[in-house]
């Protein structure tokens, strides 16, 4: 089993719309937490990282529940650029992250 | 703002080479980690370096090793490549004062034939 599971998707979303998405993770001992995106062939470029308080970045949002060790992301008014395979990524003590396999996101016109 | 620094990007070799990829962290950053994402997979974590020693190990095979230079740059050298090896390598760093946040470079795409 991986330590960190995700929905693979695709989801598949027209322009304007909120999409949102989950990840659980196994280790009850992880440090830190973020969501990278990466586009197709490229590296994953961090997006934020995130608290147990949640957190915003623009049309962004990310919560952490680490009593059911699990993490969202929820993108509102979707824009084409948002198109991508977003990671969810957990990091131990000791700064090793674990990524998920990655949640496609496609958003039409 | 400086980013971290691959080379080269892409290297074609033959089994049973070897090859060498370079890393340069982002300038004042003092950790380097490499991962190997193999094509349709997630980034495994292979080794990092703290300060030019070496400081957590993953799945890296023995015919791989790695160093970290006294500039901080890192090289993973392979050895004996076999197809399996074909794969994106990446490199990421992070800085002593947000050491749990890492920035990746572009890959080194390694393609054995």
């Known amino acids: 089993r991986k330590e960190v599971e995700q929905d693979p998707g695709p989801f598949n979303v027209p322009e304007g719309a909120t999409v949102a998405f989950n990840c659980t993770y196994s280790?009850?001992?992880?440090?830190?937490f973020f969501w990278y995106r990466q586009d197709c062939r490229k590296e994953p470029k961090l997006l934020m990282s995130v608290y147990s308080s949640g957190n915003e970045d623009g049309r962004f949002t990310a919560q952490l529940n680490r009593a059911s060790q699990y993490i969202s992301l929820l993108i509102r008014d979707s824009k084409l650029s948002d198109s991508a395979t977003y990671l969810c990524v957990v990091g131990s003590n000791d700064y090793k992250l674990s990524f998920g396999a990655g949640t496609t996101v496609t958003v039409r016109a | 703002a400086a980013g971290v620094i691959q080379s080269p990007r892409h290297l074609i070799k033959e089994k049973r080479e070897t090859a060498t990829l370079k890393c340069y962290p982002i300038p004042r950053h003092d950790t380097v980690y490499w991962y190997q994402q193999g094509p349709g997979q997630d980034p495994q974590f292979l080794i990092s370096?703290?300060?030019?020693?070496?400081?957590d190990k993953g799945s890296i095979p023995d015919r791989f090793s790695a160093q970290q230079f006294s500039d901080y740059h890192s090289e993973l050298n392979m050895s004996s490549l076999e197809l399996g090896d074909s794969a994106l390598y990446f490199c990421?760093?992070?800085?002593?004062?947000?050491?749990?946040?890492?920035?990746f470079g572009p890959g080194t795409r390694l393609t054995v034939l």
């Open positions: 370096f703290y300060e030019k020693m070496q400081s």
């Open positions: 990421a760093s992070s800085s002593p004062s947000r050491a749990d946040t890492q920035y």
């Open positions: 280790n009850s001992a992880s440090q830190s």
